[in-house]
């Protein structure tokens, strides 16, 4: 099953999406903006990361593209991460790739339609993430979609030479559904004003 946004679908990560993503990994730019890191990758080493996750059952990776495009462009990948069905919990990333238009809602639709699936599909409780301190888009993207910084780890991730502090972040659902609920009170709105206008 697909998940769809305004903007975007969410779909199953498969083999043919390998190259784009090695070329991720292996960017220096996108390399620093993140809290992993890695060795350069090789394309036979990552297809048989990719052979590792078809038995992953805590991680599930999806590639959103662009819909009602003439053409299908992929636009990035988007993770859910150390699912704890217990818990109800789990932890959220997102890459865009090198060549993916930045400023177009693309990446705050990917993690809107992955929130509304995660909270009202799964019935998960609270959603997680760890950014470095110095990565101001990503720190926007989530506060913006009502993500709150709930500490820091100082001086928790080595890149360039240096330290850098590693802000933790959250969403619990009630959250998600005051935040969201809001939104679409605003929206109903506006079109109830612009009707009768």
Same mark, same amino acid.
């Given at each position: 099953?697909?998940? &769809? ?6 779909? +199953? ?8 993503? =090695? ?24 297809? =048989? ?12 990776? &999806? ?6 495009? +003439? ?5 990035? &990948? ?9 818990? =109800?919990? +789990? ?5 865009? &790739? ?34 470095? +301190? ?13 993500? =709150? ?14 330290? @850098?502090?590693? @802000? ?20 109903? @709105? ?8």
């Amino acid at each position: 099953m697909n998940i &769809f946004g305004e903007k975007v679908v969410l779909r +199953a990560m498969e083999i043919e999406d390998m190259e784009l993503l =090695r070329e991720t990994l292996n960017d220096p730019e996108i390399e620093y903006s993140v809290v992993g890191w890695s060795f350069p990758v090789s394309k036979s080493e990552q297809l =048989r990361w990719y052979e590792s996750t078809l038995s992953d059952k805590k991680n599930k990776r &999806f590639v959103f593209e662009t819909i009602n495009t +003439a053409e299908i462009s992929s636009l990035g &990948f988007i993770v859910l991460s150390n699912l704890d069905w217990k818990n =109800r919990t +789990a932890g959220i990333g997102i890459k865009l &790739f090198k060549d993916a238009p930045r400023k177009q809602g693309y990446a705050t639709d990917a993690l809107q339609a992955l929130l509304k699936y995660v909270f009202e599909e799964l019935q998960l409780y609270r959603i997680g993430i760890n950014i470095l +301190a110095a990565n101001e888009a990503s720190i926007a993207l989530y506060t913006k979609n009502g993500f =709150r910084k709930e500490g820091t780890l100082r001086s928790a991730i080595y890149k360039k030479g240096e330290y @850098h502090d590693l @802000h933790c972040y959250g969403l619990l659902k009630s959250d998600y559904l005051e935040l969201f609920s809001e939104k679409q009170d605003k929206l109903i @709105h506006s079109k109830v004003i612009v009707q009768k206008g």
